[in-house]
């Protein structure tokens, strides 16, 4: 296994999947951002695109949008269809922390790391999980693609914005990204972060944080504390 390294100041954590477990949320809203567009379940064409939502867990929802209905009209429409539906999902209370998620962050925090939550989703939904789950003071920073000039995952943009605006490291080697899909991981890889983690708790596995170039695969992120040890 690679090294831990001794010195990780900041923590960018995924939100879906990672610290937050929404029981495949996406894929529902999915369908009714698919809907919208005259896209039925049960059609060829809807299963072809469920299978990119899958492969792309992780993206800005809008860039997946972008691919899958071709021109900025349609995916906008798309887009706004899948945040209302996951908003509504979310107001239903059909989320809840990943186990242990929350004690993790405030073990992180406690032993002097700074740590920020990122998301492939808008802002809107973003703040509607946040509030959910009573987790607006949880960390000091929240971003998603639109804070960090509108690239999401893959792109390394969110991770070296936070970087940037926390100031909480000198060097991008005292950064550790986590996250449960191969996007979460290759936009660490990017930006040049010392420590990479999939975790088992979402969308990808194993095989794809490898090839994505993960440094560690954890059961969860609750794991990440005793990983890093005490600053």
Known sequence: MTPVPTDIRLVVLDMAGT???????????????ARELGVEPGSAQHAEHLAYV?????????????????????????????????????????????????????????????VVLTTGFARVTQDAVLDALGWRDLVPLTLC????????????????EAFVRTKAAEDVRQVAVVGDTSYDVLSGVRAGAGLVAGVRTGAHG???????????VLDSAADLPALLGDR
């Open 19 to 33: 610290t937050v477990a929404d029981g495949g949320l996406v894929e529902r809203a999915f369908e009714a951002a």
């Open 145 to 160: 693609p639109a804070d960090a000039g509108g690239r999401g995952r893959p792109y390394p943009d969110m991770v070296l």
């Open 206 to 216: 194993d095989e794809q944080f490898r090839t994505a170039g993960a440094t560690h």
């Open 54 to 114: 899958r492969a792309t867990m992780g993206e800005s929802k809008i860039s997946v949008f972008r691919h899958l209905f071709g021109d900025e009209d349609r995916a906008r429409r798309a887009n706004t269809a899948f945040e209302k539906a996951y908003g509504d999902l979310v107001d239903a209370g059909l989320i809840a922390p990943v186990p242990g998620a929350r004690e993790a962050i405030e073990k992180l925090a406690g032993s002097g790391r700074t």
